[in-house]
């Protein structure tokens, strides 16, 4: 690296000018922050005021851009100059926006954006540009794990944009569940019949398609890498194994039905004329269309009665909590092949809820009553086996009365178990690699935290049901269909399509070393100085996309594409050895450093503001956009996730007179909004832990305060502020000062 | 055979079959998705023997009497609140005048039910000349309980009615004649005609 | 603004001497004043209203609005229909919806009509009068034809049911429609504007057959006006005006409420604030008296 040169830049655009003494900013800049070149412009995002700053980097060979303007969120494209840092100083919504503008409080508010101009040289200060990471994996193939409607959908995307594709199927032939189905639900208007399921349709052209080779038979039995260089071992069933690489992996290991036989008090079992409806699919396909004939004795089915959430939506023991989200339309679909076949037969459904979700819902719905099926809202409480037919006792709801109906045959519409591998966080894990489990993996990935994807709810695997659809808690491994969450094939084969292009996005990512998710084109990636650690391991378990193996001396050994950037293991690590070029102890603990800490008789205490940039420093932006108010001794510093926080920051603040330190990260726990996933958690953990680092200090433990503050926190985040110094106020100031 | 008895044997328990068929807009009754805004919704909702969406389900669940039988249908006031809410657009007011209607074709519908009674009243009254007599209308109800009870009822109507003469909005002399069609026997023709073509449709003889 | 002609389908509750026939004489002033003239059908018969349905069934019932729009097409083939009272009007343009989708219907309907020598081609607007006064005229034609604005007067706007349901007036809701409070407002007096009960049913024809159940209902619908700090309740339907007005005595003795709130047509409001005297205004049919109105119709 060249030499560093510092370049401030203080707009007086946006009424800063009129709030703000811009030359003294300038001055101190210069004195205070180092700064080689400092300007001052009226309008710095304007094409004057950024050529003036590209000519300071062509001819004046600064690579340290101190923007001091508005918040770090606006104007980011404007502000976007290559082969330099940039830092920015928050005046705008950070300071003037936050503060009233009164000539008495012009002095404080002064102060405010001194403060962030040393901050942000500071940080320009301990900042490099980052480059792209160093390990660059250039496979651009991807494994497709499951030869369902979605994984063969999900192969026929990515062969389709031209990259190709291994796809490995379990059984010996394409199309899984849908597969066994005489038919499906119609996946384009009219919703009105079932329709052909179009596996062998895809089949076709899965064959057809040269850029996608299948192996029938197969499992996974090995998967290693990271995004870009993935290898994976694909075995067949008599033990033969190749080999193959590559750049990203789509698991679309799909669903198994629910075991009917933990349903007895439904006579599943104990009456043939009780199926599920996988049986109830193989008895269509027997019939061919014609008469549905019932297993017992082959007599034609004339009454046929569908239970709905069968071992479903029940907290009961051995059944599942969830909603498997396609049942409902399932059984009106079956209703139909006996509708269909002879309107006189009668139909009967017994719901609690009717749901039917996704394009086709509620028109098939609607066509499955044209047709005459009679849906009833009862809850069924059993199905007693009788000498006619199964016998069903419910309480109709409508109409308050307890029932029983004899049938032909019931079918009980259970619901989906996802075929999601290994539950890696419960299970016991004594040595790396070394687990008890009695479930077969699915990728037997040689992950340092566990073979599988780890679980969302439920067994599925996902990382966030809203936010970040595919994205599993593996960088470069991507979910679709029902293992990720209960679905139907029309929602599947959308989600295949999904995770097609986020597998793409991958492994294109992965070729120019650049960060996939969420923080986009981040080139920044986690430097580790191998020499000062201890083999603590945290990095290593709480890295939340378990980017970190181990290497053969247990060391911590980072595998940059699986990286997400958030830094938690930063926050993690105990001795200080892991950094970002951009981001590191030292930007952020350089910026604590560097805000001045006024003598205690000045009376002017000192808040130290942590926030989580994706959420809580937006909170606070917008909060001084709608003229929102917080505490003028608040200095607020955006980190890229709570989980990056390191304590040795919070140690410093406290130790160089900080009075009270406010942490903000987003909502952890099973909702959680956090982008990381367990970074906001893992904060949250470390700071309950904070007290005796207070107790040595013999300070108060009220100083330090961690919150969950949400984007529409608008009101609440400034109010945190203002009642961490509220505290501060009756408490007393640090006697930390000097 | 009664025309019940025929309804009975054609349909043999597949009731919301013979509701569609032969109900004034009852082809619709196989769309409710038994939400129960229409119940919620209906101004005399407390006073429904089965409120609508009860209904819509007892038709799918054959309760064929129980349903006919039933003063509920009575109930209706046309405030067409139902059909208003009615997320799958159901028109319920029509249905529920629909199977009154049935009803009292099979000779079901129950026995001194007031709405029944005036409903038939108003039609006979409008019928009649063409236009309402409002007197005579009002003069029918109230003796439709016999001679007794409409003295009383009378006695109790009283003051409307003598507010209503007060205030010309209405007329003894109403009772002799009154406003009327000139071309009756046309009209007659023509509902006659309606009549005979309604009946094939629905496989009633005669009315 | 020219003159507007319509074929008018007047309705046997507005004849001489017949429950609303106060509701025609304010409908005639108004129309008078706004220079809207009114054809009537000629040998009109009754709409079966609503309560109709028992006795007649589904195409006997439709035959007759059917016949009235078929001499209206023969007398006055290019006006749309206009009635005034909301079951004449509900009918008939139900019987030319249900006519429009089922041509199996208006076959058997022309089937009928022909005893009669009468066919339907059924291609005329069926309108509400209210709709004639708010989209073929205007508010503000409305309101530049006041000469005395009932100013100090604030008036429950009673939309009731039929008027508004199912078929409504274009552009309200049928929750909480507007244009009888646009109106109120626009003769100068002020609309009750969170008016509970404005779309409540009074229990339309049920009133004679169901009078308790129905009062109950009337009770509800005049104590919210009262609540709402109303003079007076205006309404567009004759059904809603008598409900509301004549039974205020019978829920008085059985609720010991003290009611006493006069009920009156737009067209009455209209023809009084256009200067129109109490007997053009219909004043006298009133029988609680709006004694406000009175005194502004006599100044």
């Known amino acids: 690296m060249a030499d560093m040169k510092i370049g401030a830049y203080i707009c007086k655009g946006c009424g ?14 210069k004195r205070d922050g180092k700064a080689q070149v400092a300007r ?13 700053i590209q000519a300071d980097i062509d001819n004046e060979g600064v690579n340290r851009v101190m923007i001091a303007a508005c918040s770090r969120r606006a104007k980011s494209e404007a502000f976007n100059f290559d082969g330099v840092t940039i830092s920015r100083a928050n005046l705008r919504e950070g300071v003037i926006w936050i503060r009233p503008d009164d000539d008495e409080l012009r002095e404080t508010t002064q102060e405010m954006a001194a403060d962030y101009v040393r901050m942000g040289c500071a940080e320009a200060k301990y900042s490099t540009p980052p480059a792209s990471a160093q390990e660059k994996g250039t496979n651009d193939t991807v494994l497709v794990v499951g030869g369902g409607i979605t994984g063969m959908t999900a192969a026929l995307e990515v062969a389709r944009t031209g990259y190709p594709v291994h796809l490995v199927e379990k059984t010996g032939e394409l199309g899984g569940a849908a597969a066994k189905m005489w038919k499906d639900v119609p996946r384009h208007s009219p919703y009105t019949d079932p329709v052909d399921t179009e596996v062998a349709r895809l089949a076709a052209a899965i064959e057809a398609d040269n850029r996608i080779t299948v192996h029938l038979n197969s499992t996974i039995t090995k998967t290693s890498g990271a ?23 789509i698991q679309a290991s799909g669903a198994t039905p629910y075991d009917a036989n933990q349903l007895p008090e439904l006579s599943y079992g104990k009456s043939k004329d009780v199926v599920d409806r996988v049986e109830l699919e193989q008895l269509a396909i027997a019939a061919n269309g014609g008469p549905i004939k019932r297993p017992s004795d082959g007599k034609e089915v004339k009454k046929v009665t569908f239970i709905q959430c069968a071992g479903q939506r029940s907290d009961k023991e051995g059944h599942l909590n969830y909603c498997s989200g396609d049942c409902c339309l399932t059984s009106i679909k079956q209703a139909m092949y006996f509708k269909d076949q002879n ?10 809820d009717l749901r039917t979700p996704g394009a086709p819902g509620e028109d098939f719905y609607r066509s499955g009553q044209d047709k005459m099926i009679t849906f009833r809202k009862g809850q069924v409480s059993e199905v007693v086996a009788g000498d006619g037919g199964p016998r069903v006792r419910f309480k109709d709801l409508i109409l308050d009365e307890d029932l029983e109906e004899e049938a032909d045959l019931v079918v009980l519409a259970t619901g989906m178990v996802p075929n999601s591998g290994v539950d890696i966080d419960n299970v016991p894990q004594n040595e790396p690699g070394e687990w008890e489990v009695n479930v077969d993996s699915i990728l037997n990935l040689n992950y340092r935290q566990g073979k599988d994807l780890p679980h969302l709810k439920y067994g599925f695997n996902d990382s966030h049901f809203i936010c970040f659809p595919y994205e599993t808690r593996r960088t470069g491994i991507y979910t679709c269909g029902p293992v990720r969450r209960p679905m139907d094939t029309q929602q599947a084969i959308e989600d295949a399509t999904g995770a097609a292009l986020k597998a793409i996005q991958a492994l294109e990512s992965a070729k120019i070393g650049r960060a996939a998710h969420p923080r986009s084109g981040d080139l920044s990636y986690p430097i580790f100085r191998k020499e000062g650690c201890t083999q603590c391991k945290r990095c290593t378990v709480e890295c939340p996309f378990g980017a970190i193996d181990e290497d053969e001396k247990r060391y911590p050994l980072f595998n940059e594409s699986r990286c997400r950037r958030c830094g938690t293991c930063m926050g993690a690590c105990p001795v200080r050895v892991i950094s970002f070029e951009n981001y590191s102890v030292d930007t952020v603990g350089q910026q604590i450093k560097n805000c001045d800490i006024p003598e205690e008789f000045d009376e002017k205490p000192r808040i130290l503001v942590l926030a989580c940039e994706n959420d809580a420093y937006p909170a606070l932006d917008m909060a001084a956009q709608q003229g929102n108010s917080y505490s003028q001794w608040a200095r607020v510093i955006p980190v890229r996730c709570l989980g990056s926080v390191n304590t040795i920051w919070i140690t410093d603040a406290l130790n160089s007179g900080y009075d009270g330190i406010v942490l903000m990260g987003c909502q952890k726990g099973d909702n959680y909004q956090c982008h990381f996933v367990k970074g906001s958690e893992m904060a949250h953990t470390r700071m309950s832990k904070i007290d005796d680092t207070l107790q040595t200090l ?22 945190l502020i203002n009642e961490m110094a509220e505290t501060v106020n009756q408490i007393g100031l640090s006697p930390f000062k000097f | 055979m009664s025309y019940n008895q025929d309804m009975i044997e054609k349909y043999r328990g597949n009731f919301l079959k013979e509701v569609t068929d032969n109900v004034e807009e009852g082809d619709w009754v196989k769309m409710c998705m038994q939400c129960g805004v229409c119940s919620g919704s209906c101004p005399l909702g407390p006073h429904w023997e089965h409120p609508p969406q009860e209904i819509f389900m007892m038709i799918r669940a054959n309760k064929r009497e129980e349903v006919l039988e ?19 657009g159901l028109p319920i007011t029509h249905i529920m005048h629909g199977l009154a209607t049935y009803s009292q074709r099979l000779g079901l519908a129950p026995q001194n039910q007031p709405t029944q009674k005036f ?27 016999g001679f007794g009870e409409g003295i009383k009822t009378s006695l109790k109507m009283k003051d409307i009615g003598l507010n209503m003469l007060k205030t010309k909005r209405m007329s003894p002399m109403e009772y002799f004649g009154g406003h009327g069609c000139k071309d009756i026997k046309g009209l007659h023709a023509i509902l006659k005609k309606a009549e005979e073509l309604e009946n094939a449709r629905i496989g009633k003889s005669g009315s | 603004m020219a003159k507007k002609s319509y074929s008018f389908y007047p309705g046997c509750s507005s004849q001489k001497a017949a429950s609303s026939s106060n509701y025609q004489v304010s409908v005639d002033t108004m129309c008078k004043e706004l220079d809207i003239e009114l054809n009537e059908i000629p040998d009109w018969n009754c709409c079966s209203a609503s309560i109709g349905y028992a006795g007649g069934g589904e195409l006997p019932r439709l035959a007759l609005s059917a016949r009235n729009m078929a001499l209206s097409e023969q007398a006055h083939g290019d006006q749309d229909i206009v009635a005034t009272c909301a079951a004449c009007w509900l009918a008939t343009k139900e019987t030319q919806e249900r006519l429009h989708d089922d041509q199996g219907l208006l076959a058997e309907t022309n089937q009928a009509l022909a005893e009669a020598g009468l066919k339907l081609k059924n291609d005329k607007k069926i309108r509400h009068m209210v709709e004639v006064l708010i989209e073929d005229i205007g508010y503000q034609e409305l309101g530049s034809h006041v000469k005395k604005p009932l100013e100090g007067l604030k008036i429950a706007g009673y939309v009731g049911c039929q008027t508004n349901r199912p078929f409504g007036i274009d552009g309200e809701s049928f929750e909480n429609p507007k244009y009888l409070d646009k109106m109120i407002e626009t003769v100068g007096a002020e609309a009750c504007d969170n008016y509970e009960k404005k779309v409540s049913c009074c229990g339309g024809a049920l009133a004679f057959s169901e009078p308790e159940k129905s009062q109950a209902l009337i009770k509800d619908i005049i104590e919210s006006a009262y609540d709402n700090g109303a003079d007076m309740i205006v309404t567009p339907c004759p059904v809603c005006q008598m409900n509301t007005e004549v039974y205020q005595d019978q829920i008085n003795a059985k609720y010991g409420t003290k009611f006493k709130l006069p009920v009156v047509y737009y067209s009455t409001l209209l023809s009084v604030a256009y200067g129109k005297s109490a007997k053009e205004a219909a004043l006298d049919g009133q029988i609680i008296r709006a004694k406000q109105l009175e005194d502004i119709a006599g100044k």
Request: hydrophobic residues 35%; charged residues 25%; negative net charge.
């Open chain 1, 16 to 29: 800063l000018g009129e709030r703000l003494d811009c030359d003294e900013l300038e001055t101190i800049a």
């Open chain 1, 40 to 52: 001052q412009h009226d309008f710095l995002c304007s094409a004057d005021g950024l050529k003036t």
């Open chain 1, 227 to 249: 995004p870009g260089r993935f290898s994976a071992d694909i075995s067949t069933e008599s033990g033969n194994t190749v080999t193959e690489n590559f750049g990203a992996i």
């Open chain 1, 343 to 352: 309107p006189e037969i009668e139909t009967e459904i017994l719901f609690d």
């Open chain 1, 698 to 719: 013999n300070l108060e433990k009220e100083r330090v305060a961690t919150y969950e503050v949400a984007i529409t926190d608008i009101d609440r985040a400034p109010q």
């Open chain 2, 70 to 88: 039933s003063t509920s249908m009575w109930m209706c006031t046309s405030c067409y609140n139902c059909i208003a809410r009615c997320p799958r």
């Open chain 2, 119 to 145: 409903a038939n009243l108003f039609w006979k009254n409008l019928v009649k000349k063409g236009r309402v007599n409002e007197l005579k209308l009002g003069l029918s109800l109230y003796f439709m309980n």
